[in-house]
């Protein structure tokens, strides 16, 4: 077990990967009654083509890692979530485009709800009948989302965006999808995902992470694992242009919505890309917050209100940049966003608005370390993304205005598409 | 502690967080026109002041304080209206150097507290922003539900006002009513100011003082109340153009939040919806596949429980027969003792965990000054551990069933209620 202490933000975890593979966080926080811990396996939505080391390739339905995190919830003897709330724990999980993680809180004892989780993410059981009963409880949850007019305009930007790239997907596929999905399927997916040496469990509590250790090791060592071919992610060949240059949709919503979105390249090297990200964020607040004087006579000329904002999100095999608002003057938005975007191309930033952003962020890195959610999720993205917790703050620190220049380049290449949400009125 | 009248100071010493957050609470009765005043005066209070007086200058003083955040939220707590004002800095021990964070943050909070810029383009400019806000809540379809469901059930009492406003009352608001409802909340308000982090007490004392010298006032008032009114129950139904349907279904709970059988009351809850475990998730949405989420809530301040969910319109009927059965089942006891004692177990342990967050421990302090009590957190666990399930029954079956409102796509046949 490693123990790795950061000084400058008084953080303390350990750290060591099992015989069979899977690799342990545990975050030591003294003086907190609450523990979390986290089961994480790096298949998420963008996982819909699959290779393992002898070649061979793996096809799955959009929303199938989705639907698996909704049936890991049975096991042979019964409910998952009753079994743990007679802990005194609370059980949960999500799916996201990378990952999908199984999670439980509690305030009592730790050691029969950890190995409840680690039992139940390593068990599938699961038969025809329950997968079709499934599919009804995921479909209103997808109907739920679709009628969220934030969460509908971002869906329908990425769908505007990619061609091919599983991201124009909804991250619980579609109706269609999901009727689609077969138990056969299911069984494959989680035999070639969930396996230990894929996976990371993270955990955040005051306890002595060495029992903790010795509760997960045991727990271990008595399961067998067949022999796992490495599982990776296929990723996706996409044009530079958008799949739809404008769209337009509507729904019953008082005002209309607009998002423009800028297509770009991935990275593929895992601090480059932390460093663009930041680089591109700092151009965004720089130019396109309250810090940007003409911010202000934007909202005084109500060319939109407090619901505007704009995203940076650089994957491996993706990008983007979206600026969003609500607003009745869709044209003149459209002009502000691309002459900002003209400007942040120029990469030029004050020197002293700079130094202003990294305090800025300090102050909020500092302070998501209260989060035991950020600290867990984290950790997980960071392990599988082979880099440092901290690693993006020192990148952060070293970030100066030529770096920005350079990542600035990036934003030339970019295809824009616009996505209009207009109000459909009730009669 | 009471610095004067009216005003009162709570320290939450505790070194697990990495900031401190302080907060400043404004409370002065809700009433329908007056919480639209005091929504958009919030608004205002953090978008800007006399000495910082554009947005830029506000995020320069942020970032000066290492991105110190400063936001306000209004709500109704029972009877009454809170300001609050709450702002974080990180704890001053991770900047290397001498320093005065905390000083100039308290600093700061003096400009926006007692020099605000009540002027009239940043009335216009937050006036709009309510107003989108507003609106957007009533897009939101579930929300919809909930707003409707809680104005048409507590019709003629507090639970019916809607602390943020209606979209008609701020249309009509003027700046020289922010500008009276401001000299009225600095005078009449009754004020907490709430300390968590890892302070000194003496110190943080004499900075309260030093920097948020109020006036002190004669305010009387109480906040809790149990929600009473002469309607019949019925449902009713609205439109909206979506595709599915959402309920909210309230019950009159007449248990106040003081009452010795407050806690079963909470204990039922758990039986009935709170949780996956209760009764609603496993027979709604667990045994029939009707619905992804089913939550029932307390809103204790008030003495009202509420039921929500979203189904396909079909189900409509099936599902709020179907809410009543597992109402009834708890009233008759219709449920098991491992039902039971989970129950009182997640309750239990949301008690606990609320030690290890600073809103959960501010909102702790702020209940105990509200209701003029000193509870620990262990006092309400032992109270919750020695519910039974003859209690559970009783206050269970004093809840009085009062609306159920429905929000649905159009058929030609039915009102649009909107």
């Known amino acids: 077990m490693k123990k790795i202490v950061n000084e400058r933000y008084q953080e303390t975890r350990f750290e060591e990967t099992l015989e069979n593979g899977l690799h342990v966080i545990l975050w030591q926080k003294k003086d907190y009654v609450k523990s979390m811990f986290m089961m994480v396996t790096p298949l998420g939505a963008m996982d819909m083509k699959q290779v393992d080391e002898n070649g061979k390739e793996y096809h799955f339905p959009a929303g199938i890692a989705h639907f698996l995190e909704h049936k890991m919830f049975e096991m042979k003897d019964g409910d998952v979530m009753d079994a743990f709330s007679t802990m005194g724990a609370n059980v949960n999980a999500f799916t996201s485009y990378t990952e999908t993680a199984y999670y439980f809180t509690t305030s009592n004892a730790i050691e029969e709800p950890l190995k409840l989780l680690l039992d139940f993410v390593q068990e599938l059981a699961i038969d025809e009948e329950s997968v079709e009963k499934e599919k009804g409880i995921i479909i209103q949850e997808l109907h739920m989302y679709k009628q969220m007019s934030d969460s509908r305009l971002l869906m329908e930007t990425y769908a505007s965006l990619y061609k091919n790239h599983p991201l124009r997907y909804d991250i619980g596929g579609d109706d269609d999808s999901v009727q ?14 969930y396996h230990p040496s894929n996976m990371v469990l993270v955990g955040v509590c005051s306890e002595d992470p060495e029992n903790i250790m010795k509760i997960i090791r045991e727990n271990q060592s008595g399961k067998k694992f067949p022999k796992m071919a490495g599982i990776k992610r296929l990723e996706f060949d996409e044009s530079e242009k958008p799949a739809r240059e404008t769209y337009t949709f509507s729904m019953d919503v008082t005002l209309p919505k607009v998002s423009i979105a800028y297509k770009l390249d ?102 998501s370390l209260n989060s035991f959610d ?3 999720i984290t950790s997980a993205r960071c392990y599988f993304d082979k880099t440092d917790f901290f690693s993006s703050m020192d990148i952060l620190d070293a970030i100066d205005e030529k770096d920005i220049k350079d990542a600035a380049n990036k934003l030339k290449q970019g295809h824009c598409s616009i996505v209009t949400l207009l109000p459909e009125k009730s009669k | 502690m009471q610095i004067t009248n009216g005003i009162q100071v709570q320290f939450i010493p505790t070194t697990k967080f990495k900031d401190i957050g302080i907060s400043v609470r404004f409370r002065n009765t809700l009433q329908d026109g007056k919480s639209a005043k005091r929504s958009l005066l919030a608004l205002m209070l953090v978008d800007r002041c006399q000495k910082y007086d554009t947005k830029l200058k506000m995020s320069e003083m942020q970032d000066e304080l290492y991105g110190a955040t400063l936001t306000a939220q209004t709500a109704g707590f029972g009877a009454s209206q809170i300001i609050e004002l709450r702002s974080k800095i990180i704890n001053p021990s991770f900047l290397n150097e001498e320093n005065t964070l905390l000083e100039d943050t308290f600093a700061f909070l003096h400009e926006v507290i007692f020099s605000p810029l009540l002027k009239e383009e940043v009335f216009h400019e937050n006036k709009e922003i309510l107003l989108a806000k507003i609106k957007r809540m009533q897009d939101d379809p579930s929300q919809y539900a909930i707003t409707c469901g809680l104005r048409e ?19 009509q608001l003027t700046l020289s009513d922010i500008q009276q409802i401001y000299q009225e909340m600095m005078k009449e308000d009754l004020i907490d100011i709430l300390v968590c982090g890892d302070i000194e007490e003496d110190s943080i004392l004499k900075l309260v003082k030093e920097t948020l010298r109020f006036t002190p006032r004669n305010t009387q008032m109480q906040s809790w109340y149990c929600v009473e009114n002469e309607r019949k129950s019925e449902t009713k139904r609205l439109t909206k153009h979506i595709s599915q349907s959402y309920i909210m279904m309230t019950w009159f709970t007449h248990t106040p939040i003081t009452d010795e059988k407050y806690y079963a009351l909470r ?32 809103i204790s301040y008030d003495g009202a429980m509420g039921v929500t969910t979203g189904i396909e319109k079909e189900h409509i009927d099936k599902t709020m027969e179907l809410i009543q059965t597992q109402f009834h089942r708890v009233c008759e006891g219709d449920f098991s003792e491992d039902l039971l004692n989970t129950s009182k177990r997640m309750v239990i342990n949301s008690l606990k965990a609320s030690e290890d967050s600073m809103y959960s421990l501010m909102a702790f302090a702020y209940q105990n000054a509200l209701l003029q009590r000193d509870y620990s957190v262990s006092d309400l666990m032992d109270m919750v551990e020695k519910v039974t399930r003859e209690e559970v029954m009783e206050v269970m079956k004093r809840c009085e069933y009062k609306m159920g409102v429905v929000v649905t796509k159009e058929d030609d046949d039915e009102e649009n209620c909107e």
């Open chain 1, 180 to 193: 689609s999905i077969t138990l056969e399927q299911l069984e494959e997916c989680y035999r070639i995902n």
């Open chain 1, 266 to 367: 991935g990275v593929e090297d895992v601090s480059q890309r932390m460093k663009e990200e930041w680089c591109i964020r700092i151009l965004l607040d720089a130019y396109f917050s309250s810090l940007y004087p003409d911010f202000q006579t934007w909202l005084d000329d109500k060319i939109f209100n407090d619901y505007v904002g704009c995203e940076v999100d650089l994957g491996k095999d993706y990008g983007m940049i979206m600026f969003y608002a609500e607003t009745l003057k869709q044209e003149k938005f459209k002009e502000i966003v691309q002459d900002t975007l003209k400007r942040m191309e120029s990469g030029d930033i004050d020197k002293k608005v700079l130094q202003q952003l990294k305090r800025r962020y300090f102050g909020q890195a500092i302070r």
């Open chain 1, 374 to 376: 950020d600290i867990v």
């Open chain 2, 153 to 171: 059930a507590g019709k003629g009492t507090p639970l019916g006002i809607s602390a943020l406003g209606t979209y008609e009352q701020v249309e």
């Open chain 2, 267 to 298: 204990v039922a809850n758990a039986v009935f919806g709170q949780y996956s475990t209760s009764l609603l998730f496993q027979e709604v949405r667990e045994k029939r596949s009707l619905c992804y989420s089913i939550f029932s809530n307390l």
